[in-house]
């Protein structure tokens, strides 16, 4: 499975959009990029996945450069709620892919 | 976590004592999992299940034994705990067909203690 990059830490100003970067450089054709957070020691939670094509969904939004080898999960709006850990992970397609973690990027909003 | 219920949530243990944790879905669905996570770290695969009978080893699975007679249960097993399993361990479930949805859902966790 591709291995991903990610800063340890980032800040945001509350009301702004935060852009967490990923690389995945090593990323293969038939793998998925996957976004998730957690939030203060509780389970992690699914935000968003994507291929090639951006994504949106109702919680970010998911770029994908045209080579595949980054990506950026964007929030539009954080809010305090949204300081989080939050990981990039590259999983093959199929019934057989794992989800393994990274360290991830610690995002601290702040008023 | 909706659908996803862990037991218990808390325990301590001695050195050589063993435990099991209970991982319960009530969605009927394929995949579970187990991770640990421990402080200031990601998540590492423990176990996983790809269907009723069926379990595989993930990243770090020694010290640790799991069954799944049952698809809706998944449990994890502590023969003889040991100080470095002291950790918060998480279950989660996939969809069968997670391209769609490309979820996983997780519990709410254990933190275990072992002294």
């Known amino acids: 499975d591709a291995k991903t990059t990610q800063p340890p830490s980032m800040d945001c100003a509350e009301g702004r959009a935060a852009n967490l970067p990923c690389n995945h450089s090593?990323?293969?054709?038939?793998?998925?990029v996957y976004w998730y957070r957690q939030i203060h020691s509780q389970g992690p939670q699914y935000i968003i996945h994507?291929?090639?094509n951006n994504e949106t969904n109702e919680m970010a939004s998911l770029i994908i450069t045209e080579d595949r080898k980054s990506s950026t999960l964007i929030l539009p709006h954080a809010t305090l709620r949204d300081t989080a850990v939050y990981y990039c992970i590259v999983m093959p397609s199929g019934n057989t892919g794992k989800l393994i973690f990274g360290q991830g990027t610690t995002l601290q909003v702040k008023p | 976590n909706a659908g996803v219920t862990q037991t218990p949530k808390f325990r301590v243990l001695k050195t050589g004592q063993s435990m099991t944790l209970l991982c319960a879905q009530d969605?009927?669905?394929?995949?579970m999992y187990w991770y640990r996570q421990d402080p200031g770290m990601g998540l590492r695969l423990i176990h996983y299940?790809?269907?009723?009978?069926?379990?595989a080893k993930g990243e770090v699975p020694d010290g640790y034994n799991v069954s799944r007679l049952k698809k809706q249960n998944f449990l994890l097993g502590l023969e003889s705990a040991a100080p470095s399993q002291t950790s918060v361990y998480f279950c989660a479930f996939s969809t069968l067909n997670f391209l769609d949805r490309g979820s996983y859902t997780f519990g709410s966790g254990t933190r275990l203690t072992v002294v």
């Open positions: 969605m009927n669905h394929e995949y």
């Open positions: 299940s790809v269907g009723e009978g069926t379990t």
């Open positions: 090593t990323i293969s054709g038939n793998e998925y």
């Open positions: 994507g291929l090639k």
